[in-house]
């Protein structure tokens, strides 16, 4: 594991537990958008596993999630997980859904890419710096 990956690990687990301690009062979002408590299930291990990630607008009335990882080369973990396991657990403000992950296809991407930028400018750095397409999860009822 990266220094990169040990610091963020660390970073995303205080954001965690006091995202937790103050049921989504503290630490509920982040640069203008709502933070999520995500649980997915792993892909190799089957073990739960839980992130914190940001939701910059919503799809069709239901949050969407952006795997950029920062413009790392590599997907993040978690969309691994998702793809294999697309049943995941969302905590918003201390309220806890089961949902549906689905990656949107090329076209909604299309669609949606310049309102996720609009609402967060990082995300469109972040595409700058990879080669991948950076995908965007809808979560669904």
Known sequence: MSVRDTVGNVVV???????????????????GMPALEVTTTGAKSGKKRSVMLTSPLRYQGN???????????????????????????????????????????EAERAEEWPKVVKAYKGYGGYQEKTARVIPLIVLEP
């Open 13 to 31: 687990g205080v954001h965690r537990t006091i995202y937790r301690l103050s049921n989504g009062k503290v630490l509920g979002g982040f640069g």
């Open 63 to 105: 949050q969407i999630i952006v795997a950029s990882k920062g413009g790392a080369p590599e997907m993040p973990s978690w969309y691994h997980n998702m793809v294999a396991n697309p049943q995941v657990t969302v905590t918003d403000r201390g309220k806890t859904s089961e949902m549906k992950a689905r990656v949107l296809t």
